[in-house]
Structures are given as C-alpha cells and as structure tokens.
C-alpha cells in the first residue's frame, strides 16, 4: 500500500517539477542587442525604453515618460536574460505609475526642459515611449524639439494625451512642475514601477530595440 502511494505521488512530482521550469522561463526574456542605460542623461537609453514601455504597457496610456534620474548605470548583454537583471537599472522601482492628462503643448514644454542643459548631461533628460522627436544641437533653449510626433502623427499642440510617469516626475520632480501640475494627474495607479516591468517583461518573448528611434540627433 505504501509503495502504491508513493508511486501515485511520481506524476504529481513530475507535473510539480514542470511548473516551476515553465515559471523559471517565463522570469527571462530573450535579448537581441545589448541594452544599457549608460548614456541615459544625454540620449536615447534603449534599457530605459524597456522600462518606459513597461509603464504604456501597464496602463494602456499613449505616451510614457521617464526621467533620467530614475535609473542606475546597466548594461544587459545579448542572451536569456532574467527579469531581475532588468530590476537592476531602476534606482527607484517602488515609485508608482501615474496617468497625467497633458496637452500636446505641455508635452513639448516637457521635453524641452529635459534638453535645457544638452549637450551636457543632465539627470531631467527624459526618456519617452509612444513618441519620437529630433534635437536640433544648435538651436536655442526651448526651441530644440523638432520633428515631434505621437506614434505616426505629428504632435498635436491642442490635443489631451494620457502619458505615464513615475509618481516623483508626475508631482513636479526636477522643476518639470513648470510644465505641469497636480491639476493634471489622472489617477495613481498604485503599481509600481518595479511591478510593471516585470508584469511587461512576462508578456513578451523577445527584445529588439536599437538607439536612435526615438530620440535622434539631427545632423
């Protein structure tokens, strides 16, 4: 009888031992080109993409912004990479994920203030999902976003957008306060940034992202 016991407890075992490897599995992620935030206070980070794509993701806004500050410096190498390797390039993960409703006007203020100091670097530049602009180098301050669009379309100055933030930015951190107000917040959704990562990161089998795509230089 004790040896029929065990023996019905082999498959439940087996079934067990499946699990946790398909959990384990579904932890990482495969990478195609290396992904690094060295360069996050003067350009375009394409490991602080992930992160700002984790929080449109999350919460199905139009447009993410993030702010430089909000990472530490990692370099993720091609390979299966597992999501706490991610974790590593967020200084804050416990920040929370909030919804602003901004105009298009307000957005653009926003991006030129992240620019107010380049070429230098500077811990206000922003990283950004959903939308994709050119700085124009020689250009006055407050005037070097060019080529500003929202997905496929040109930004619209007029136009309310739902954009994603870390809660720090969303309160007015790095003086962007000048751009917008707690007037203007949506909702906290309460997820972290930490959770939305790793939430994203869950849902997808690869990643390609190559620097340039959003955040280009012009000539």
Same mark, same amino acid.
């Given at each position: 009888?004790?040896?029929? &016991?065990? &023996?019905?407890?082999?498959? $439940?075992?087996?079934?067990?031992?499946?699990?946790?490897?398909?959990?384990?599995?579904?932890?990482?992620?495969?990478?195609?080109?290396?992904?690094?935030?060295?360069?996050?206070?003067?350009?375009?980070?394409?490991?602080?993409?992930?992160?700002?794509?984790?929080?449109?993701?999350? &919460?199905?806004?139009?447009?993410?912004?993030?702010?430089?500050?909000?990472?530490?410096?990692?370099?993720?190498?091609?390979?299966?990479?597992?999501?706490?390797?991610?974790?590593?390039?967020?200084? /804050?993960?416990?920040?929370?994920?909030?919804?602003?409703?901004?105009?298009?006007?307000?957005?653009?203020?926003? $991006?030129?203030?992240?620019?107010?100091?380049?070429?230098?670097?500077?811990? !206000?530049? $922003?990283?950004?999902?959903?939308?994709? /602009?050119?700085?124009?180098?020689?250009?006055?301050?407050?005037?070097?976003?060019?080529?500003?669009?929202?997905?496929?379309?040109?930004?619209?100055?007029?136009?309310?957008?739902?954009?994603?933030?870390?809660?720090?930015? !969303?309160?007015? !951190?790095?003086?962007?306060?000048? !751009?917008?107000?707690?007037?203007?917040?949506?909702?906290?959704?309460?997820?972290?940034?930490?959770?939305?990562?790793?939430?994203? $990161?869950?849902?997808?089998?690869?990643?390609?992202?190559?620097?340039?795509?959003?955040?280009?230089?012009?000539?």
């Amino acid at each position: 009888m004790v040896r029929a &016991t065990g &023996t019905r407890w082999v498959p $439940l075992l087996i079934v067990s031992l499946l699990l946790v490897a398909s959990e384990v599995l579904a932890q990482s992620v495969q990478v195609r080109e290396p992904l690094s935030t060295a360069g996050v206070r003067v350009e375009e980070s394409t490991l602080a993409d992930v992160v700002a794509d984790a929080m449109r993701s999350v &919460t199905g806004a139009e447009v993410a912004l993030v702010a430089a500050t909000s990472f530490a410096e990692v370099t993720i190498q091609p390979g299966n990479v597992n999501v706490e390797e991610f974790e590593r390039a967020l200084v /804050f993960r416990g920040d929370t994920v909030v919804i602003m409703k901004l105009s298009g006007a307000q957005i653009r203020k926003a $991006l030129e203030h992240g620019l107010a100091l380049y070429p230098a670097k500077s811990a !206000a530049f $922003l990283q950004v999902s959903g939308l994709s /602009f050119q700085i124009n180098p020689s250009a006055p301050r407050n005037e070097r976003v060019e080529n500003l669009k929202v997905g496929k379309e040109p930004l619209d100055v007029a136009r309310t957008y739902m954009v994603a933030m870390p809660s720090p930015l !969303a309160s007015g !951190a790095l003086v962007y306060s000048k !751009a917008w107000s707690k007037e203007d917040m949506e909702r906290d959704t309460k997820i972290t940034l930490g959770d939305a990562l790793k939430g994203y $990161l869950g849902k997808v089998t690869e990643i390609s992202l190559k620097a340039g795509d959003r955040i280009a230089v012009r000539k």
